[in-house]
């Protein structure tokens, strides 16, 4: 089993549909990421979650709310997306210091 | 100013050849940088990390990292076409060893 497993591969969704983003590692890392990828443009950085503390980029639109029940398992939950929200969403773990491990990433569609 | 620079290519090398990619980066604290491949529809892989100055080697890959000058590269030798992928430059912020932040990469073609 890989190391950062995420799910979906794929979304397509509408501008007022709710959908959500898994993602689990088998690391024993105790830190978690999102990372937004679009085109033409440097990996974002959207939270970070630590020994259960939130790390958030301010210019994040509410519109994407992460959860971290467990140092295993991320999620970014999704609602009334926009078009330009349409990206690949990078999840990642680490340990303090150490390079990100990143899954495969979902590519998501707003139409 | 952008916290990471790099040069988006395409950088085109004939196969066997070295391949020299750069980046520059803006946080004088930063302590940690790393280069990471990307294939094109694939996420980033981890291929190099460097802490201190000077050069690490790793197989065909050499990571140089010049903290006075704020720069560091990765040459690639013996380049084939399966290195061709987008290279991407991180470090660690001097905020939160957490947080990586990543240049926009740089378009590697090896031709056969």
């Known amino acids: 089993e890989t190391g950062v497993t995420q799910t979906p591969r794929h979304l397509v969704m509408g501008m007022t549909n709710k959908k959500s983003l898994k993602c689990e590692q088998h690391?024993?890392?105790?830190?978690m990421y999102w990372y937004k990828q679009s085109a033409k443009k440097p990996l974002e950085l959207m939270f970070v979650?630590?020994?259960?503390?939130?790390?958030e980029n301010n210019s994040v639109p509410s519109r994407f709310s992460p959860e971290c029940p467990n140092s295993s398992h991320l999620f970014l939950h999704l609602h009334t997306l926009q078009p330009e929200d349409s990206a690949l969403y990078l999840c990642?773990?680490?340990?303090?210091?150490?390079?990100?491990?990143f899954g495969n990433g979902t590519r998501l569609t707003v139409t | 100013q952008k916290e990471v620079e790099q040069n988006s290519g395409p950088l085109s090398v004939p196969e066997g050849a070295i391949a020299s990619l750069n980046c520059t980066y803006s946080?004088?604290?930063?302590?940690?940088f790393f280069w990471y491949r990307q294939y094109s529809g694939k996420s980033p892989e981890l291929i190099m990390s460097?802490?201190?100055?000077g050069d690490k080697e790793d197989g065909r890959f050499t990571a140089q990292l010049n903290k006075a000058s704020q720069y560091v590269s990765l040459l690639i030798r013996d380049s084939q076409p399966s290195d061709s992928a987008t290279y991407l430059c991180?470090?660690?912020?001097?905020?939160?060893?957490?947080?990586?932040?990543f240049g926009s990469g740089t378009r590697l073609l090896v031709r056969p």
């Open positions: 990642a773990s680490s340990r303090s210091g150490s390079p990100l491990h």
């Open positions: 690391l024993g890392h105790n830190a």
């Open positions: 979650y630590s020994l259960e503390e939130r790390v």
């Open positions: 946080d004088r604290g930063s302590q940690s």
């Open positions: 460097i802490y201190s100055n």
């Open positions: 991180a470090f660690g912020g001097r905020d939160s060893s957490y947080k990586l932040i």
